[in-house]
């Protein structure tokens, strides 16, 4: 019989070095503290539809990383280092294809 496909999240906390990290979704771009009620960070207070397309966008997938709860709440205290995330997330991904790209003419000579 076939063994099925283990999810991701499963085969994360099957590494050794990852046992007993507790795993948090952390918002990459857009942050929650833009969208909380209430505080000052909140970008749309008095505009609910905007809030809501804020909301939507940050709760989105692609905002959302796996990171270990410790480093998840740092990052929340810190802005700073936040948007150093952000910032070096957005240029991995122009840096992954060009990586790919030369990787792909180094392979066809």
Do not use: C
Request: glycine share 14%; aromatic share 16%; hydrophobic share 40%.
């Amino acid at each position: 019989m076939e063994k099925a496909a283990l999810p991701l999240g499963v085969i994360i906390t099957i590494l050794t070095a990852t046992r007993g990290v507790n795993w948090e979704q952390g918002h990459v771009f857009f942050q929650q503290r833009f969208w909380r009620f209430g505080k000052s960070t909140q970008w749309y207070p008095n505009n609910d539809i905007a809030d809501l397309g804020l909301r939507t966008l940050g709760n989105a997938g692609w905002n959302l990383m796996p990171m270990p709860r410790f480093l998840n709440r740092f990052l929340g205290r810190h802005q700073w280092a936040q948007f150093g995330v952000g910032v070096g997330t957005a240029a991995s991904i122009p840096g992954s294809f060009y990586g790919g790209y030369k990787l792909g003419q180094y392979l066809q000579e």
